[in-house]
């Protein structure tokens, strides 16, 4: 079955310079979430897109941004890197029913290292 | 502000032995998740608890939802070593159709041969 995807799996990126995620949910979800983890950390919710319209925002800084595409591709757009967005962000995709979004399935990650 | 926690955060056991991790959250909320994350991997969804009283099982793991109390619990029997790994519940606030879903810190497991 297919999976949710995640591009690049790896970046590194200098300070101040800017970095692009991608993310194409499982088909026919309806629901798009980034989450940012930094080592030996929790998930910290990011963002989420439902329909491709921004549904909660959580605790994305202002130098990030987000955009889910009419194709449902979602793409965080992170500049002014600086050392401490290093971390792991996932992207996860859901189908929404009646209660609410219903189990999160999670890409691989993008492991982002700022130098 | 919704507020998620998990205890213990690291638990090291014997295999063949039953534990319990829980998951209090601070306010109300209908929807409850359990996710299984592997040392640099990612997260992979165990359960999703929906109402009060839910209880969901599949093999060694059972997970158990009380609303009233906001708590929930991931049992564990007879543990394994392939078992061992960061148990993470997360929790979404009630009825708003938010999406916003808040992570407790992670139970490390670890379970010795």
């Known amino acids: 079955a297919a999976g949710v995807i995640q591009s690049p799996r790896h970046l590194i990126k200098e300070k101040r310079e800017t970095a692009t995620l991608k993310c194409y949910p499982i088909?026919?979800?309806?629901?798009v979430y980034w989450y940012q983890q930094g080592p030996g950390q929790d998930p910290q919710f990011l963002i989420s897109?439902?329909?491709?319209?921004?549904?909660d925002k959580g605790s994305i800084p202002d130098r990030f941004s987000a955009q889910q595409f009419s194709d449902y591709h979602s793409e965080l757009n992170m500049s002014s890197l600086e050392l401490g967005d290093s971390a792991l962000y996932f992207c996860?995709?859901?189908?929404?029913?009646?209660?609410?979004?219903?189990?999160?399935?999670f890409g691989p990650g993008t492991r982002l290292t700022v130098l | 502000e919704l507020k998620v926690e998990q205890n213990p955060l690291f638990l090291s056991m014997q295999e063949g032995k039953n534990y319990t991790i829980y998951c209090n959250y601070s306010?109300?909320?209908?929807?409850l998740y359990w996710y299984r994350q592997d040392p640099g991997k990612s997260l992979e969804s165990l359960f999703v608890l929906l109402s009060n009283g839910a209880v969901k099982q599949e093999g060694r793991l059972m997970a158990s939802l009380d609303t009233k109390a906001r708590l929930s619990t991931l049992h564990i029997t007879a543990a394994v070593h392939d078992l061992s790994a960061t148990y993470f519940c997360a929790v979404a606030p009630l009825l708003n159709r938010d999406d916003k879903i808040i992570f407790g810190k992670g139970t490390r497991l670890h379970i010795l041969p």
């Open positions: 897109f439902y329909e491709k319209m921004q549904s």
């Open positions: 088909p026919r979800h309806d629901t």
């Open positions: 996860a995709s859901s189908l929404s029913g009646d209660r609410g979004p219903d189990t999160q399935y």
């Open positions: 306010t109300t909320s209908d929807r």
